[in-house]
C-alpha cells in the first residue's frame, strides 16, 4: 500500500488509445490554475509571477496619467485578480513559496502611491482595502 509522502512512479505503463501511443504530462491548465502531478504549486506561481510582474509594469507606465482611484482599479484587475483566482488550492502551498507572489504585491502596491522600496506597505494596503495573499486565504 502508498504511504504519505509516495509519489507516482517514474515509469509508468504506456498508454496506448488505439495503436496511438499517449504522451505522459507532468502538469496541465486546468481552468486557469497549473496543476502539477504531485500537487506542488510552483508551476501556477510562476506563471501568476510572470503576469503580476507584466502588470505592475502596466502600473508603472499608467500611474503619471490616472488618479488614485483609477489605478486602484487598475490594480485590483491587474494584480487581485491573479491573486484570487483559484487561491483555495492553490496557496494553501508552503509560506515560502508565496513569498514571491507577496513580494510583487507589495511592489504593486508602492507603485500606485509613488513609494520607495522601503516604505512599509501594511498602511498602503489598508487604504487600499486591499488583502495580501496571506490574508486572502485565512
Not at 502539477?36 to 501568476?48: A, T
Amino acid at each position: 500500500p502508498p504511504r504519505k509522502g509516495d509519489y507516482l512512479p517514474l515509469k509508468l505503463p504506456e498508454l496506448n488509445i488505439n495503436d496511438v501511443s499517449i504522451a505522459r504530462e507532468t502538469y496541465t491548465k486546468f481552468l486557469g490554475v497549473l496543476v502539477h502531478e504531485n500537487l506542488d504549486w510552483q508551476k501556477h506561481i510562476e506563471y501568476i509571477d510572470k503576469k503580476l510582474a507584466k502588470n505592475i509594469g502596466i502600473l508603472y507606465k499608467t500611474r503619471h496619467y490616472l488618479d488614485l482611484v483609477s489605478m486602484k482599479q487598475l490594480y485590483f484587475a491587474f494584480i487581485n485578480s491573479y491573486i484570487n483566482f483559484g487561491n483555495i488550492v492553490w496557496g494553501s502551498t508552503y509560506k515560502t513559496k508565496l513569498d514571491r507572489i507577496y513580494k510583487r504585491q507589495k511592489h504593486a502596491i508602492r507603485a500606485i502611491h509613488f513609494k520607495s522600496k522601503f516604505t512599509h506597505t501594511k498602511p498602503l494596503f489598508v487604504s487600499m482595502r486591499a488583502f495580501s495573499v496571506y490574508q486572502t486565504l485565512q
